[in-house]
C-alpha cells in the first residue's frame, strides 16, 4: 500500500506570498491531520478535515487554511507569508481520526523556507 | 492543562541498550503513541499503548503506567541508523468523542561506535 505523499517536497517563498502545499493519504484513510513542527515548538497540530469538512482547528491564524477533496486528498494553504512561517508542514492520515483511537501515518512532509 | 515531557538528548553506545521516558499530565487519557524521526523525514509510527504494561516489537518495547503517568521506550541492541528523534504522542478524550493527540517534543538520541 502506498503510504501519505505530499507534494512539494521544498519551498522557498518570500514574505507576503501565499503557498499551497497537497497531502495525498493513504488509500482507504478518511482523516487528514496537518501539523507544522519547527525545533523550537516540535509537532504543532494545525487542522484535521474528514469527508470534506474541518473538524477540529489548533491555535493558528486565520492565514493558515485547508480542504479536503472527495478523494480525501488535502491542500493547506498559508497567505501573507511571514518569516515565522518556515517550518517542516507535515500531513498525516488515518482511517476515521480524531473520534478513535487509530494511528496516524505521516507523510515526508514540504520544506517551506520563507526569505 | 496536558503537558509532556521527554528529555531533549540522549547518547549511547551501539550495542547497548537506551531507554527515554515520557510523563504526561492530561484527562481522559486514552492512548500513547512512539514514533521515530529522522532528520527530515517523516515520523515513523513505533508503538501505541493503551493499557499498562510492556509491549514488545523485536528491538523496540514501550511500557506504560497510566497511575503515574508514565512511558518509556527501550531500544536493545542498538545500531547507528537508530540515532533519530522519538516523539511521545498522547491521546486524550475530549466531549463529544473527539480525541485531542498532543505531542513531546522529541528526544535526540545520537548513537556512537
Known amino acids: 500500500k502506498a503510504g501519505v505523499t505530499q507534494t512539494p517536497r521544498y519551498l522557498i517563498k518570500t514574505r507576503g506570498q501565499q503557498v499551497t502545499l497537497s497531502c495525498s493519504p493513504i488509500s482507504g484513510h478518511r482523516s487528514v491531520s496537518w501539523y507544522q513542527q519547527t525545533p523550537g515548538q516540535g509537532l504543532q497540530f494545525l487542522f484535521e478535515?474528514?469527508?470534506?469538512?474541518?473538524?477540529n482547528k489548533g491555535n493558528f491564524p486565520g492565514r493558515f487554511s485547508g480542504r479536503q477533496f472527495s478523494n480525501s486528498r488535502s491542500e493547506m494553504n498559508v497567505s501573507t507569508l511571514e518569516l515565522g512561517d518556515s517550518a517542516l508542514y507535515l500531513c498525516a492520515s488515518s482511517l476515521v481520526g480524531s473520534y478513535s483511537t487509530d494511528t496516524q501515518y505521516f507523510g515526508p512532509g514540504t520544506r517551506l523556507t520563507v526569505l | 492543562g496536558q503537558n509532556i515531557d521527554q528529555p531533549t538528548e540522549m547518547t549511547a553506545t551501539e550495542g547497548a541498550i537506551v531507554q527515554i521516558n515520557c510523563t504526561y499530565q492530561t484527562s481522559g487519557f486514552n492512548g500513547l503513541f512512539w514514533y521515530q524521526q529522522h532528520a527530515g523525514e517523516a515520523p515513523t509510527f513505533l508503538s501505541y499503548?493503551?493499557l499498562d504494561g510492556l509491549e514488545e516489537k523485536g528491538r523496540f518495547s514501550s511500557f506504560l503506567s497510566r497511575s503515574k503517568g508514565y512511558s518509556y521506550l527501550l531500544l536493545k541492541e542498538l545500531q547507528m541508523k537508530d540515532s533519530a528523534s522519538y516523539l511521545c504522542a498522547v491521546k486524550s478524550l475530549w466531549g463529544g468523542g473527539y480525541n485531542k493527540l498532543i505531542f513531546g517534543a522529541g528526544t535526540r538520541l545520537a548513537v556512537h561506535p
Open positions: 499503548n493503551v
Open positions: 478535515y474528514f469527508s470534506e469538512t474541518q473538524r
